[in-house]
């Protein structure tokens, strides 16, 4: 079994900085693919970014596209999402999740495909 925690939600101002962790335990995930999705209250939950397992290829959304970099730590259990620029919109709950079937076809963006997901953690942007 695996669990997922995020940290380093918070609240910024329009333009600030947040750094985003997803820290796995119970089973390392190094072939795990990743993904961070959000939930804006009244809103679907959207996808926001992934990682495939081999840290070949990342994925965003246009909506944060040039501002967010996702990338996976040396020990290969935490998944960052650094978010530059934040904006009023992206103020939501953020998700990490977690499966073991490799990205095809866009897949990425379904939350269907992740087998494990964590709490969530708050991402305010204020202006």
């Known amino acids: 079994q695996v669990q997922l925690a995020e940290s380093g939600g918070g609240s910024v101002q329009t333009g600030g900085s947040l750094r985003l962790s997803c820290a796995a335990s119970?089973?390392?995930?190094?072939?795990?693919?990743m993904g961070w999705f959000r939930q804006a209250p009244g809103k679907e939950r959207e996808f926001v970014s992934a990682i495939n397992w081999s840290n070949s290829n990342r994925y965003y959304s246009d909506s944060v596209k040039g501002r967010f970099t996702i990338a996976r730590g040396s020990d290969q259990n935490t998944v960052y999402l650094q978010m530059n620029n934040l904006e009023a919109d992206d103020t939501a709950v953020y998700y990490c999740a977690a499966t073991t079937s490799d990205f095809f076809g866009g897949s990425h963006s379904y939350a269907q495909i992740y087998n494990y997901w964590g709490p969530g953690t708050q991402v305010t942007v204020s202006a």
């Open positions: 119970g089973r390392t995930f190094g072939r795990f693919s």
